[in-house]
């Protein structure tokens, strides 16, 4: 038995730091994740590191629970473990993505979870080095590229809808004019009306270059007094 037969000596302790450096890498992590109130954290990516450096430990260190006869018959295949631990991640992380109107949230919790995985998978066969430089750059991925990004040209979308009464609807011209002149171009434009309400709604995809022309619109909307209701939801993770 692995535990806790400490006839195991240097092997035992070699496990231990495998599982220790595990959840250490597997926790900084998790912080980041934590900090920016994301639903898979601190715990989340701590438990999968660990998780997928204690499978490793049964493919490696075998000559500790195979019979000397089964281990001259045959030889486990670690590699396998590892795609194994691989797919297996894949419905954890699929778990944390989830659709909100035109967003899709989680894909960047997702993608951390893939990799702590990853680098319990190194630490488990006692990769230290490269797991703990791909603990930096895995940090340095969450945190400096979020900064980056957030500072790159990029076009920002919201799904939006407006509502009229019937007997005071902007023409799709007018509103279009509207929109453009506070910075958003107009994209999938539909129409509905209502049988029991004398109410007209334009829905459609709005994009600006320029993500404070998002508030900038809701303002100039309630300013309106022919607008009896409406909404702007921003798209993004």
Do not use: C
């Amino acid at each position: 038995m692995i535990w806790p037969d400490w006839s195991m000596g240097g092997d035992f302790l070699r496990i231990a730091l495998h599982l220790v450096g595990a959840l250490a890498a597997g926790g900084v992590i998790g912080l980041e994740r934590s900090f920016h109130g994301r639903p898979a954290g601190f715990r989340t990516h701590a438990l999968v590191a660990l998780a997928s450096s204690v499978l490793m430990a049964v493919p490696m260190f075998q000559e500790q629970w195979l019979p000397t006869e089964a281990q001259e018959s045959f030889r486990t295949d670690p590699t396998r473990m590892a795609q194994g631990i691989m797919t297996g991640i894949g419905f954890l992380g699929a778990g944390v993505i989830f659709k909100d109107g035109l967003s899709v949230r989680g894909l960047t919790t997702a993608a951390s979870i893939w990799i702590t995985a990853a680098i319990g998978i190194l630490i488990g066969i006692g990769f230290y080095g490269p797991a703990a430089f791909a603990t930096m750059l895995t940090l340095l991925t969450l945190s400096l590229f979020r900064w980056i990004e957030d500072r790159l040209p990029s076009h920002y979308y919201a799904h939006h809808f407006v509502r009229f009464q019937r007997d005071q609807v902007l023409s799709e011209a007018e509103l279009r004019a509207f929109l453009k002149g506070h910075g958003f171009a107009v994209a999938q434009m539909s129409y509905r009306a209502y049988d029991d309400e004398p109410n007209f709604e334009y829905r459609m995809v709005l994009r600006t270059s320029r993500q404070q022309n998002i508030p900038k619109l809701a303002a100039a909307l309630r300013e309106r007094t022919d607008v009896r209701a409406f909404r702007i939801s921003p798209t993004g993770d």
